[in-house]
C-alpha cells in the first residue's frame, strides 16, 4: 500500500509544534511505516509537492510566508493549522496593535544595545506584513490542531484518526489553548 505523504512548515512559528510533534518518540517509527515526508524541516526537500496531509505551525507575518502558505494549500488534500500561532496568529500577533514602523525603529535603531543603526533592506529578505494573520485569513483551512503547542497524543489522535479514515475527534484533556 502506499504510504500517505506528509509535508510539515514553520511559517511565524518557534519551531515548538514541531518538536512536540517529535514527542511522538517511538510513534514516529509506527508513523514512518504507513507515512513518509515531504517537504518538511526534518526532510531536505525544499519545495511541497503533492501531499496528503500539509501541517502548518505559525501565523503568516511575510510575503515569504503566504508565498509558502499558498504552494501547501495547493499541493496538500488536507491542511492543517497546527498551534495557536497558525489558528489566531499566536503571540506573535502581539505586534499587531504596534505599527509595523515603529516595530522596526525598536529593534533596529532605537532597542538597548544596537549598534550601527539601519533597517535590513536587502531585496533577498521577505517584506514584513503590517500585521501577523492567521492562515485560515490567507488560505482554507481543513482542521485545527489547539494548543501552544498541540501535544504529541494531540497529533496522534489527528493522524491516527485520518489514516484510519475516521473524522478526527479530541477527547476534552486533550483539547487546550496554552
Ligand atoms: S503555537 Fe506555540 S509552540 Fe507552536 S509555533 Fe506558536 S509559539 Fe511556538
Redo the contacts with the bound molecule.
Keep these: 500500500m502506499a504510504k500517505i505523504k506528509v509535508a510539515t512548515t514553520?511559517l511565524?512559528?518557534?519551531?515548538?509544534?514541531?518538536?512536540?510533534f517529535l514527542d511522538l518518540d517511538e510513534r514516529l517509527v509506527t508513523l514512518a511505516e504507513v507515512a513518509e515526508f515531504d517537504r518538511s524541516p526534518i526532510t531536505d526537500i525544499e519545495h511541497c509537492g503533492p501531499c496528503d496531509i500539509g501541517l502548518i505551525?505559525?501565523?503568516v507575518c511575510n510575503s515569504e510566508n503566504v508565498h509558502v502558505l499558498r504552494e501547501f494549500r495547493k499541493n496538500c488534500k488536507i491542511l492543517v493549522a497546527?498551534?495557536?500561532?497558525?489558528?489566531n496568529g499566536?503571540?506573535?500577533a502581539m505586534r499587531n496593535s504596534i505599527s509595523l514602523e515603529s516595530c522596526l525603529l525598536e529593534a533596529y535603531r532605537d532597542g538597548i544595545g544596537v549598534e550601527n543603526a539601519q533597517i535590513p533592506s536587502d531585496p533577498e529578505l521577505p517584506l514584513l506584513l503590517d500585521k501577523v494573520h492567521p492562515i485560515h485569513e490567507i488560505v482554507k483551512i481543513d482542521y485545527f490542531l489547539p494548543?501552544?503547542?498541540?501535544s504529541a497524543d494531540v497529533f496522534w489522535s489527528f493522524l491516527t484518526a485520518l489514516l484510519e479514515g475516521r473524522e478526527p475527534s479530541f477527547p476534552y484533556e486533550l483539547v487546550h489553548y496554552d
Design positions: 514553520s511565524a512559528g518557534c519551531f515548538g509544534c514541531h518538536m512536540s505551525e505559525g501565523g497546527v498551534g495557536a500561532c497558525a489558528i499566536g503571540l506573535p494548543g501552544c503547542p498541540p
